[in-house]
Every structure is written in C-alpha cells, then in structure tokens.
Nanobody, 124 residues
Framework: QVQLVESGGGLVQAGGSLRLSCAAS????????MGWFRQAPGKEREFVAA????????RYFDSVKGRFTISRDNAKNTVYLQMNSLRPEDTAVYYC?????????????????WGQGTQVTVSS
C-alpha cells in the first residue's frame, strides 16, 4: 500500500479557490489511479474526482464539473485538486485515495489506501 498525506485545506469565501495536494510515499505511486472524495457532516463519503496512472483520463462528480480539476505529478508523487468557484455546499473533509484498478471508479471500496483528510470550509 501507499501512504497518503493531504494538505491545502482551509477557510475560503464562496466564489474563492483552493488547491489541495496529496503526497504519496513509496516508489509505486505511478502504478495507482488516484481519487479525491469528500465527507460532509452527517453525510456519506462521496466521490469527487479521479485520474488514471498516466493522467490520460479524468472523471468528475457532476456537481464539481467545470469547477474542479484533478491532476498529478508522478515525478513528485503528488496528486492535486484545484477547486475554483467554491460553494458552501463544497464544505467537507476531503480525502485522497489510491486504487490499483486500471479503470477509474467512483466506488470507495475500490480504493485501498486513504489519507487522513483535510478540512475545506466555504463561507457564504
């Protein structure tokens, strides 16, 4: 498994931007598809975005399409989530996760490694 550590969360006003980072340990980062999930208080953890090993394909939850961008730098063992036009409903703890599946998946059970999460709060 790969160890994951998220950073970049914080408090931002509606309409603002944040960039989350997720640093992975180990030499096998490039063999994992990577995803971002989020969990708001009282709600289940939900899929946000995912990216294939080579960055060739990305996938997004409908409510973040056009606002969020997932990317990765395999040389730096890091995956990013650029979040623009943030809304109060984006408030949640954001988690990055690694999947050994070749095809992108929004299913939590397909991800084998998880970070500890970073809090994102969007004020209205």
């Amino acid at each position: 498994q790969v160890q994951l550590v998220e950073s970049g969360g914080g408090l931002v006003q509606a309409g603002g931007s944040l960039r989350l980072s997720c640093a992975a340990s180990g030499r096998t980062f490039s063999t994992y598809a990577m995803g971002w999930f989020r969990q708001a208080p009282g709600k289940e953890r939900e899929f946000v975005a995912a990216i294939t090993r080579s960055s060739a394909i990305t996938r997004y939850f409908d409510s973040v399409k056009g606002r969020f961008t997932i990317s990765r730098d395999n040389a730096k063992n890091t995956v990013y989530l650029q979040m623009n036009s943030l809304r109060p409903e984006d408030t949640a703890v954001y988690y990055c996760a690694a999947s050994e599946r070749v095809r992108l998946t929004p299913l939590r059970g397909e991800y084998s490694s998880w970070g500890q999460g970073t809090q994102v709060t969007v004020s209205s």
